[in-house]
């Protein structure tokens, strides 16, 4: 990947409905939650809203906070609680009214409608933005929120940014330069493109707040593509169709523990692609708290998805969550059901290794998993490969696979090309 750089900061180039519980405003008086004992502590603020991209946003708060920052996810709405782009809900660390009197090291803007609107007319955030911009912190933004708020701000002027394609013109009358880089970095204004760069864009601020060695440190487990911006591709062995009646219907688990960029890669995609997607909870309650203390809301509880025949299961990774689902008696049982029934089923990360294997769910398959899950895989023949499907088999490795794995779905329910143009639209 190229990063373009402007002042002499170093960039390293790697290879790489509406809640069911409540979302009233919360008073406690600890909103952010770190990701290590970081010391000292790097604040980073990331704003949400209704329409926020939840691809975008997640993978931030995520990294980030692999990275060690102190993230806080704020809700600019009335209450924490968010529905995200796609059906996807999130419920935040805080409301913004709790934390605007701050001060943060970055300020992150994701983007998505009609969040990155809602966003641009948040006048406490504009502020803080401002604020931040004048005492020389870091701010940085994505998809439409450079074009939408950095830019209407007045942040941009003189610098080079970049955007989502379609905002490109709005962005190139409020910056000095609008540039088609995946990640652009000009002084303390970081932006970048969309879905498929913003896992660039939040390696690209860990380094920015704690230097390359972290960077590279962060990234080195992501499983990040070799080649960003080039056409996706997958292995296939044992081709056959994937057969569906009118929509697809998935089945996408989550537990607490779950990886929260692997979950929401899959159920974004999907949907996106106009498959019916169900995300369903293991438990007694809609909301999990995933990886990196992400809290997603689901959309029904396991018992009531159970009674539902699918199209496909497909399991994030996550290593909590990978041993929930081979611990759930119930899941494991409709995915036995799933394979004998010849129907598709999939995973990634660790769910292959932890829950695939031990319960028999990869005899005669061959699969890949999470480079350090692969020992546990007694056919590892093929575990190189990013995403590999086997017949009704799709398993993938890892965060950094997730879109490519998300990708690969979509091709075989609707074709090479629906793929292609879903990979072209996220910049994937």
């Known amino acids: ?82 529905d995200a782009c796609h059906g996807i809900k999130i419920v935040a660390d805080a409301l913004l009214s709790d934390v605007n009197d701050s001060v943060f090291d970055l300020i992150m803007l994701p983007g998505g409608l009609p969040g990155g609107e809602t966003l641009k007319n948040c006048k406490p955030l504009e502020n803080m933005v401002k604020k931040q911009d ?38 190139g009358v409020t910056c000095g330069k609008a540039v088609e880089s995946r990640v652009e970095v000009d002084g303390r204004i970081v932006t970048s493109r969309g879905p498929g760069t913003t896992m660039e864009f939040s390696v690209t601020l860990v380094e920015q707040l704690f230097g390359k060695e972290k960077a590279a440190e962060v990234s080195a487990p992501l499983v990040m593509r070799p080649n960003p ?57 809609l909301e999990v708290v995933a990886s990196r203390k992400v809290k997603l809301v689901a959309d029904v509880l396991l018992d009531e998805a159970e ?9 994030p990774g996550g290593l909590g969550g990978a041993e929930a689902f081979a611990s759930s008696e119930k899941l494991v049982n409709m995915l036995k059901k799933q394979a004998e029934s010849n129907k598709p089923y999939g995973a990634i990360c660790a769910s292959p290794a932890l829950v695939f294997e031990p319960h028999g769910l990869l005899k005669g398959k061959k699969a890949t998993a999470f480079p350090a ?12 490969h990013r995403v590999l499907v086997d017949g009704n088999l799709i398993t993938s490795r890892g965060p950094g696979t997730s879109l490519e794995f998300a990708l690969a779905i979509v091709e075989k329910f609707y074709g090479r090309e629906k793929g292609l143009q879903l990979a072209k639209a996220t910049l994937v």
Request: hydrophobic share 40%; aromatic share 6%.
């Open 373 to 384: 899950m692969c020992n546990k895989l007694s056919d590892q023949s093929h575990i190189e």
């Open 1 to 82: 990947m190229a990063f373009h750089c402007i002042n002499p900061i170093t960039i390293t180039r790697f290879s790489s409905t509406r809640l069911h519980r409540s979302t009233s405003r919360r008073t406690s008086r600890s909103f952010s939650v770190s990701a290590t004992m970081a010391s000292p502590a790097k604040r980073v603020l990331i704003p949400v809203a209704h329409g926020t991209e939840p691809f975008e946003a997640v993978v931030m708060i995520d990294v980030l906070r692999r990275g060690g920052a102190d993230v806080t996810v704020a809700s600019v709405e009335n209450q924490v609680g968010v």
């Open 307 to 315: 009674k539902n025949s699918y199209d496909l299961i497909v399991l």
């Open 229 to 285: 911006g080039d056409e996706y591709t997958i292995t296939e062995l044992n081709q056959m169709n994937w057969s569906f009646d009118s929509t697809p219907q998935i089945l996408v688990p989550i537990a607490d523990g779950s990886e929260e960029m692997e979950a929401v890669a899959i159920i974004d995609f999907l949907r996106r692609a106009k498959a019916n997607v169900v995300v369903a909870a293991l438990g007694n309650s």
């Open 134 to 171: 004048t005492d020389g912190r870091l701010n940085a933004a994505i998809c439409c929120s450079p074009a939408l708020a950095l830019g209407t701000w007045g942040l941009l002027e003189g610098k080079k940014a970049t955007c989502y394609p379609v905002f490109m013109e709005k962005l």
